[in-house]
């Protein structure tokens, strides 16, 4: 066994540096204060104590920086993952209970096994039947979600619902009795960000701050809401006055924690602690190949399961809830010059830190500074755009891309992702099914033979050439015999037909036996079967099926040497 690939710790540690610990640390220092009320505010949308965000934030950290390939993705709470979470424990338990608390424990232990196993089982492109679309969808859809459930804490007010329908029914029902200071707070707090986000570097860099420094101070700058905010808090002591605060906040280490071993409540997770891997793993594996390509690194996605799973493992036995690397601090620890996994062990030690000695702090933050933190993180997730751009490119890719967002706003975000899956699978089993076909032929003075229905070419009345534009399985195998069969009886003076298949990777059982029933009735028909370009790989397994030793025609390498070999042919005979 190859320690190396399981353990890529043994890549880098031994040639570790001082001058990439600095590096290190600088980073750490600074996705430490960026971290901490992201912890405390991804656990709260999850309906989670604001400890387990901190908790989910520690033994993870340490546990990827060993077994993760990325050396600059941040793993730990975040939105999607979180709204996963609250979503799937809704209908179990009441938020905040311990109940409900176990169960978000499980689906942590659940998820990390499953990407576990599937790492060790190298599954990693199963990740590829979530379509582009589907995700760009489902992650939108969720941003609205999220960034609705967060008003509630604007306002001040109780409100509920997994959905943008009740969301919306609960919070007109509301208003009423909405909460002036939490409004201002709320408010004043996320003006600030937004404000941050957009003119806050390009007031740093007009003073002479350089570009780097002044992007890290404004990804930063949420921390300065949450200091402001929970200063006024206490020195006003708004909680008189109605504002809700996190409240109370356990101080030390996370203690080691068992999940349940209650099998009913293992099924009942169990479709949810999938999705929650499979989306946290996309969205993961995106972030870290973007990331490592800007310095000429690579990551690995099948070790990415099995350091993604270590990770949820990690989250589940200490308490955390499911993790999986953020797109938002795994930039800002890029921008900051991280250059090993060790940065996030560094940054696991700071917030380590932080459950010690600053959840008295803690207790005094309002709950509306971490909502309008959450709803302007999570606006960046939003791309309606998408939907035009997509509706533009394909429209089966934008109907599909659509369900999922109507669904995940409407109805759930599980019913969300499930349907927009099944809808990729769906469309690709009918597109692949009906698989484009053309005539071909060559085109004057030279070797090339392009669509007949799209340029000038030479034709031979006796000889067609039928070019196959998909790898023929089971599917399309059927079709392929219909489409043959036309071409034949619409020429009823061919006696050669070219299958030429270059875009053809792969030819299964039931495609071999159509090709072998096309042969016997080409053969009744007077008209000889032969194939060109056909792939080395394919080659090889049709090596000594029945359809060669049985072939009345030849097998040409080019397009062109059959063109040659037949037309030839022709016109000798003629």
């Not at 099995?306 to 308490?319: K, Q």
């Not at 060559?442 to 799209?454: A, C, K, Q, S, Y």
């Not at 039928?466 to 006696?495: C, G, K």
Request: glycine share 8%.
């Amino acid at each position: 066994m190859n320690l190396k690939r399981y353990l890529p710790i043994l890549q880098w540690a031994p040639a570790y540096r001082r001058d990439q610990a600095t590096s290190d640390l600088v980073a750490a220092l600074i996705v430490t204060v960026m971290l901490i009320p992201q912890s405390l505010a991804y656990a709260l949308l999850a309906g989670l104590p604001a400890q387990v965000g901190l908790y989910a934030s520690i033994l993870p950290l340490v546990i990827y920086a060993v077994f993760g390939t990325s050396r600059t993705l941040s793993v730990g709470p975040v939105a999607v993952a979180s709204l996963m979470t609250a979503a799937a424990l809704a209908p179990l338990a009441e938020a905040g209970s311990p109940e409900y608390l176990a169960g978000a424990v499980l689906l942590a232990v659940m998820s990390g096994l499953m990407l576990t196993v599937m790492g060790i089982m190298r599954l990693g492109f199963l990740a590829n039947f979530l379509s582009h679309p589907v995700i760009s969808g489902f992650i939108t859809a969720s941003g609205i979600v999220i960034a609705a459930s967060q008003l509630k804490h604007l306002f001040g007010v109780q409100a509920s619902g997994h959905n943008l329908l009740e969301i919306g029914r609960s919070l007109v029902m509301s208003l009423p009795d909405t909460n002036l200071p939490t409004v201002l707070i709320g408010l004043g707090a996320l003006g600030f960000l937004v404000w941050s986000r957009r003119y806050l570097k390009p007031l740093l860099k007009r003073f002479g701050v350089p570009a780097r420094p002044a992007d890290i101070v404004t990804k930063t700058a949420p921390i300065l809401a949450v200091v402001v905010t929970t200063l006024l808090a206490w020195l006003l002591q708004l909680d008189a006055a109605g504002v809700r605060l996190v409240g109370e906040v356990p101080s030390g280490l996370p203690s080691l924690t068992l999940p349940s071993l209650d099998s009913g409540l293992w099924s009942q997770l169990a479709v949810s602690a999938l999705l929650i891997s499979v989306v946290g793993f996309v969205e993961s594996v995106s972030v870290g190949q973007t990331l490592a390509a800007k310095k000429r690194q690579r990551i690995d996605p099948d070790q990415e399961l099995i350091g993604l799973g270590t990770a949820n493992l990690g989250a589940g036995l200490s308490g955390g809830m499911p993790v999986t690397g953020g797109f938002s601090r795994s930039v800002v620890n890029f921008d900051a010059g991280a250059e090993t996994p060790a940065a996030g062990a560094y940054t696991a030690v700071g917030i380590a830190l932080a459950t010690l000695f600053l959840t008295p702090a803690i207790a005094w933050l309002p709950q509306a500074t971490l909502a309008a933190t959450i709803i302007v993180a999570v606006a960046t997730l939003i791309d309606l755009p998408a939907l035009a751009r997509t509706f533009r490119y394909s429209r089966t890719d934008f109907g599909a891309m659509l369900a999922t967002i109507l669904l995940t706003l409407m109805h759930s975000v599980e019913a969300g992702i499930i349907a927009g899956v099944t809808l990729s699978i769906g469309l690709f089993l009918y597109r692949t099914s009906r698989p484009h076909s053309a005539v071909v032929g060559r085109v004057p003075g030279t070797e090339h033979f392009r669509n007949v229905l799209r340029h000038n070419v030479e034709l031979c009345p006796k000889v067609t050439f039928l070019r196959v534009d998909e790898s023929l399985y089971f599917a399309n195998a059927r079709f392929l015999e219909e489409t043959v069969m036309d071409l034949v009886t619409r020429q009823p003076e061919l006696t050669d037909l070219v299958l030429v298949c270059p875009a053809v990777n792969l030819i299964d059982a039931s495609a071999l036996e159509s090709l072998e029933a096309i042969n016997d009735r080409l053969r009744d028909a007077g008209v000889s079967l032969h194939f060109s370009e056909i792939k080395g790989p394919v080659m090889d397994r049709l090596k000594g099926t029945e359809l060669l030793a049985h072939l009345d025609g030849r097998i040409f390498l080019s397009t062109y040497e059959a063109w040659q070999a037949l037309t030839g042919r022709v016109a000798a005979a003629a």
